[in-house]
């Protein structure tokens, strides 16, 4: 038997370590492990709860904006606030473009090159694969000069010898299957997908000041006015320039991303059985319609058990808790019992070996990440869980319309959703779904201004002295990664207690007292691995995941020594 250890995994956000054991080819077990710690919650105690948002928010500068939406949904939900119309349309949006575009750098950026052999678009046919491009989508750029040009580029970036992010791919792997044509097209549009991600997200300049870490986010509200009269905010020329990019991603995401994971699914289908996990998976629900306390979402929330799409059930947030058994911190209570996150606690413990890690203690802790878990259920989050609840319920309709043409066109079962190459397919389902709905919601904001309701924030709670002397409030959010929670507890205006549990917890964490792995670990178990040494096939399932560990982890130096220095010359 054959300890394969993969750290770090690269393309991903953070430090993640994988360790398996690999007999006869296959992966026997897995254990998943982040090397960082996480000390957010601590810095958050006794500061203002209207500035945890500000604080949060830079837990990540990939998904930048979803910490601050859901640190602002948890104190609002503890002091009583309640945004406006306008608010909750401009979040929409914020929201809705984060997961677009984060969608589209994942797949062409962090995840394609795990199907993708760049060396063998070396030999492609310029004129072969332009037909190829042709055939499946009617995207104009697609010509046979642009392919010469990017293998010409390709040719002189690799003669360069200066590889980069690609210098240790396992370039040549036999697990490669696209033909040449197919991987050059890919490389275009990997190309492509830089320059499109980089005018779309000009939405989050526009409602929020810049990008990453929004400037316009506020407890009740947002802080970018609008006014169709003024210059000086939001205005009806906003409205046509948000038109214009949303349209934009809406092309994009249909005419080149879609027909690309349909065209490299083709060649991968026996994924559709690798990688299925727990089968367990949990989705808070997102994009609000209305104005309650407990408004309807677009993407309904729910919980689905054992893979089981007929019964799926309302998401109960008490039901949630987080184990330290196998994780580098202590409860005072004993590591053997869970924690709900109101009474979470975060008390760093490191008993593991010393770096460079040359084997964890893999029988005790080995993780900086806790264990959450659902009613004692390991639960997978993410665009598969929102795809698979959007699905069983029916609603909206377009998830299943696609989801169902995904399937017919891959002349695969619905099991196949169930997988590694699923959540690949469900991250572009729901980019299309959201491309696509964004549209509402700049018309609604259009139809405010005709209104002149320019409305953006609810005052009256925002002083502490009308607050409770003791509140509680807990914030939910789907980012582009999964479920995303915040619980804050608030006493005379200062946090007392603040814990989040992030979508990259839900899926990277290690095995819990009772000895369940978790999401990453199970999703490992059955991968078949050709070659040991070059573990490819590890990589396409814990990259499927899109791994933010940025978010699971983080460094804390309480001696506020300089860790490192950086300059610009």
């Not at 007929?310 to 053997?336: F, L, M, N, Q, R």
């Not at 979470?344 to 802790?365: Q, V």
């Not at 670990?521 to 940025?550: M, N, W, Y």
Request: net charge neutral.
């Amino acid at each position: 038997m054959a300890h394969v250890v993969v750290d770090p995994i690269t393309r991903i956000e953070g430090h993640l370590r994988i360790e398996t054991e690999v007999e006869g080819g296959t992966v026997r077990d897995a254990w998943s492990s982040s090397t960082m710690f996480r000390g957010v919650e601590i810095i958050l105690k006794g500061r203002d709860p209207r500035d945890a948002w500000v604080f949060t928010q830079r837990i990540c500068g990939v998904c930048t904006t979803v910490h601050a939406i859901t640190s602002i949904r948890a104190v609002e939900h503890a002091i009583g606030a309640n945004p406006p119309p306008n608010a909750r349309l401009l979040r929409n949006l914020i929201i809705g473009a984060q997961c677009v575009q984060d969608h589209v750098i994942h797949f062409y950026h962090l995840h394609a090159l795990d199907w993708v052999d760049i060396v063998s678009a070396l030999s492609a046919d310029p004129a072969k694969t332009a037909s190829l491009a042709q055939s499946i989508s009617d995207w104009p750029i697609s010509g046979r000069a642009y392919f010469t040009d990017v293998r010409a580029r390709l040719k002189d970036f690799v003669a360069g010898g200066r590889l980069g992010p690609f210098a240790n791919a396992y370039w040549g792997h036999p697990a490669y299957k696209l033909p040449p044509e197919a991987n050059l097209m890919a490389v275009g549009h990997y190309l492509q997908a830089l320059d499109f991600q980089r005018q779309f997200i000009r939405m989050h300049a526009i409602l929020g000041g810049k990008n990453p870490h929004l400037q316009s986010f506020l407890v009740g509200g947002m802080a970018t006015p609008v006014d169709a009269d003024s210059q000086n905010a939001l205005n009806m020329g906003t409205i046509a320039e948000l038109s214009k990019l949303v349209a934009s991603a809406r092309d994009f995401v249909t005419r080149v991303y879609m027909p690309d994971v349909l065209a490299i699914a083709a060649f991968y289908k026996d994924w559709a059985g690798i990688g299925a996990g727990v089968g367990n998976y949990l989705s808070y629900g997102e994009y609000p319609e209305d104005d309650n306390p407990n408004p309807n979402m677009y993407l309904p929330g729910g919980t689905i058990l054992n893979r089981d799409l007929g019964k799926v059930a309302p998401v109960e947030p008490d039901k949630i808790s987080e184990y330290v058994k196998h994780s580098w911190y202590d409860y005072k209570g004993g590591d053997d019992k869970p924690l709900p996150p109101f009474k979470g606690e975060t008390s760093p413990n490191y008993t593991g070996p010393k770096p460079p890690y040359e084997r964890l203690h893999l029988d005790r802790k080995y993780s900086w990440v806790k264990s959450p878990r659902y009613e004692d259920h390991p639960m997978e989050v993410g665009p598969l869980a929102r795809m698979l609840v959007a699905y069983a319920y029916g609603r909206p309709s377009r998830v299943k319309e696609l989801v169902d043409n995904t399937l017919k066109a891959l002349g695969v079962g619905p099991q196949a959703l169930f997988s590694t190459l699923g959540r690949t397919a469900a991250r572009a389902i729901e980019s299309q779904v959201i491309a696509e709905k964004m549209q509402d919601w700049v018309a609604a904001l259009a139809e405010s201004m005709a209104r002149r309701d320019y409305r953006i924030c609810d005052n009256s709670k925002f002083d502490p002295s009308t607050w409770p002397e003791e509140c509680w409030g807990s914030g939910f959010h789907e980012a582009p990664r999964g479920s995303l929670g915040h619980w804050v507890h608030i006493r005379n205006g200062e946090i007392v207690n603040y814990q989040c549990v992030v979508p990259t917890t839900w899926n990277a964490g290690p095995r819990d007292a009772h000895g369940k792995r978790g999401p990453y670990e199970e999703a490992l178990v059955g991968t078949p691995i050709a070659k040991p040494d070059q573990p490819l096939e590890i990589l396409r399932t814990v990259h499927s995941f899109d791994p933010c560990l940025a978010c699971a982890v983080h460094v804390l130096d309480t001696e506020r020594r300089e860790i490192v220095k950086v300059s610009v010359v």
